[in-house]
């Protein structure tokens, strides 16, 4: 099992197969792109070549930017996003469980959630200033609401989607309300909820550049957007890797969390 | 319809549009299709071209007015050859230069002078820059206004440390200012303005700034392949802009009201932004004090502040020392602003 996408191993590539392609492709794309900046094919200013952006970083690691450490802008937009995300997560799957267990929550909030959850986030950036001020509430609030809402519509599908023929054979046993909570609903709905967290980290992460595009100083969205501005392309390529690659440890970090707790996920009988 | 006349028809649609296309090609040489100027939406001298057309009607070629938002996007534009010639900061410019963008300063039409100010709120005790430590002060990111700021913190030995700086844009400023979030804002009309009418009063002028020996201006600037294709046609760009800006001068609050209507803002707005710069003339410009005449270029005015803005921009974090040119003088080129004053 990859971590990434669910694929099964399927006959054909083994694992040190697969990972040796992997590779390759990786080493074909970043060959063609450093050849595109050394033989001048693309103007390194639009594109900056790897050792460019390879240079950039040993510079910035040095003398950080904008008078920041680069260690300082990975730390308060990873802990801005954790501290978001964890309280997406805590209020996300009981509200959300809550709508699947029960009709009149569900159909209290489902306008609500519904409404809420497709619209773009960026359109909320002139609000949070007016809500939230200049200082963390407006981009903890960004980052917040974006997950959230897809922790709950998630964790609500996964709740209605518990077999309910298991939910009666329950009963019938004699499981009280708690019991079939605990021991049918939760045991089921927990492999799908935790999919859903990790496809609501990704959207919460994006939403990262949003939330630091409000009066931020620091943090690695802030970073990008303000290399933008002085075009410098090769920090906003370091930007966009480092995003990326912290994007891919989250979702590691999951995946190895789901591993333990939840060991049954996709052994359904 | 069979498909063999099918292909026919396709066909004869294609050579056609090929033939066109060709007299395009053949017609480009003298005229381009149309011209794009980049422009920032506020009330500007130029303005009064565009609305009597006489930039198209002295190219010959409609104008095809490109907004942005910050000078940053201008940069964007020019990298991507979406625009021509353009009318912005002189620190977006500065940045654009130093990054090897292919872009020219022909001319510098507005030294800010009252235009943008730092107002500071009465309630805090904010009476001069030097009671803006232990404040909170916005400004909005990669502008004139913020090299402003920064200078002013500068030549006034304030401790930045001390203040708190944010960035913000206007619209988002005034919304933190009503919140009280912020105490004082370095930013252009009509933003001041309405800082001012909400217990806020003006305690800096980047006018002031001339007098350490720092200029900070808006630059015409164009896309160098544009330029050396079309030399006659940037030349005839300086003159009408010229003859806007005498137009203005005879009667600024005439100008001041077209402006404003065209803009659909308040007279007043428009009038106190464009009270608040000075315009030198096209002969001016060629002084040694701002572009130089080609010979004292390296040693002019606006060389001079380009390199400071470039090293300030160094220092602050924002530009690489290694990207910084020894001397902004051959991104400058006089040579359209001579021909556009020899009559």
Redesign the interface.
């Known amino acids: 099992m990859s971590n990434s996408v669910n694929t099964r191993s399927q006959p054909g590539l083994s694992t040190t197969q697969r990972v040796a392609v992997s590779t390759g492709a990786v080493a074909l794309v970043l060959g063609v792109w450093q050849l595109s900046g050394t033989l001048k094919w693309i103007d390194p ?2 594109l900056p070549p790897p050792t460019e952006i390879f240079q950039t970083t040993v ?1 910035i690691l040095a ?5 920041v450490s680069l260690w300082q802008h990975i730390w308060v937009s990873v802990l801005r996003a954790t501290v978001a995300f964890a309280a997406a997560i805590a209020t996300g799957i009981p509200l959300g469980l809550a709508m699947g267990l029960s009709q009149p929550v569900s159909a209290v909030l489902e306008p609500f959630v519904q409404f809420l959850r497709p619209l773009p986030k960026i359109a909320l950036i ?1 609000l949070t ?2 809500w939230f ?3 963390e509430g407006s981009k903890f609030f960004l980052i917040y609401i974006s997950c959230f809402l897809s922790v709950v519509v998630s964790a609500a599908a996964a709740a209605v989607g518990v077999s309910k023929n298991r939910i009666r054979a329950a009963q019938t046993l004699g499981a009280n309300r708690y019991q079939v909570f605990t021991r049918v609903v939760l045991p089921n709905a927990l492999p799908e909820i935790f999919t859903g967290v990790r496809l609501s980290i990704g959207i919460g992460w994006t939403s990262l550049i949003a939330a630091e595009m ?4 620091s943090g690695l969205g802030w970073m990008v957007i ?1 290399a ?5 392309t090769d920090v906003v390529m370091l930007g966009i890797l480092l995003l990326g690659g912290i994007g891919y440890l989250f979702d590691l970090a999951l995946v190895l969390l789901q591993r333990t707790f939840v060991p049954w996920a996709g052994r359904d009988a | 319809m069979t498909l063999h006349t099918l292909f026919k028809k396709l066909a004869a649609v294609a050579a056609l549009t090929l033939s066109v296309a060709n007299i395009n090609i053949a017609h480009a040489e003298d005229v381009p299709q149309e011209v794009r100027f980049a422009w920032a939406g506020g009330p500007r001298v130029w303005i009064l071209g565009k609305i009597d057309k006489s930039f198209d009607k002295s190219f010959g070629a409609p104008v095809r007015w490109i907004p942005f938002a ?3 996007d201008v ?2 534009l020019f ?1 991507a050859k979406e625009i021509d010639i353009a009318r912005f900061g002189s620190s ?1 410019a500065v ?2 230069i130093a ?3 292919p872009i020219e300063i022909i001319s510098v039409p507005e030294v800010i002078a009252t235009s943008e100010r730092l107002i500071g709120r009465k309630s805090k005790n904010i009476n001069s820059i030097k009671d803006l430590e232990g404040k ?1 002060v ?1 400004y909005p ?2 502008s004139t206004a913020q090299y402003a700021l920064e200078l002013a913190i500068k030549v006034n030995r304030l401790d930045k440390s001390k203040i708190r ?4 844009k206007p ?2 400023q005034v ?2 200012w ?2 009280g ?2 105490d004082a804002a370095y930013v252009w009309g009509p933003f001041t303005q309405q800082f001012e009418a909400d217990g806020g009063h003006e305690i800096f002028v980047t006018k002031q700034l001339q007098k350490d020996g720092f200029l900070i201006y808006n630059n015409f600037v164009v896309r160098k392949e544009f330029a050396e294709k079309y030399p006659q046609l940037v030349v005839k760009f300086l003159r009408t802009y010229q003859e806007k800006v005498d137009q203005y001068k005879k009667d600024p609050d005439g100008s001041a009201q077209l402006i404003a209507k065209h803009l659909d803002i308040p007279f007043e707005t428009a009038r106190s932004v464009l009270t608040g710069l000075e315009y030198p003339s096209n002969t001016e410009q060629l002084t040694p004090a701002y572009l130089g005449n080609g010979a004292t270029t390296p040693t002019s005015g606006i060389a001079k502040a380009a390199k400071d803005t470039a090293n300030f ?1 160094v220092e ?5 020392k290694s990207d910084v040119p020894e001397s902004f003088a051959p991104a400058i080129n006089t040579t359209y602003l001579k021909q556009a004053v020899s009559k």
Request: hydrophobic share 45%; aromatic share 4%.
């Open positions: 200013l639009l510079d003398d950080g930017y904008r008078q002139p200033v007016v001020g200049i200082d409000v009066a931020a100083n303000n933008g501005t002085y075009l410098r | 910050t000078g940053a940069l964007s990298a977006p940045a654009g990054r090897k963008l909170t916005a990111p990669n700086l944010v960035p913000l619209a988002d919304a933190a009503k919140r979030d912020i921009l602050i974090g924002d530009l690489r």
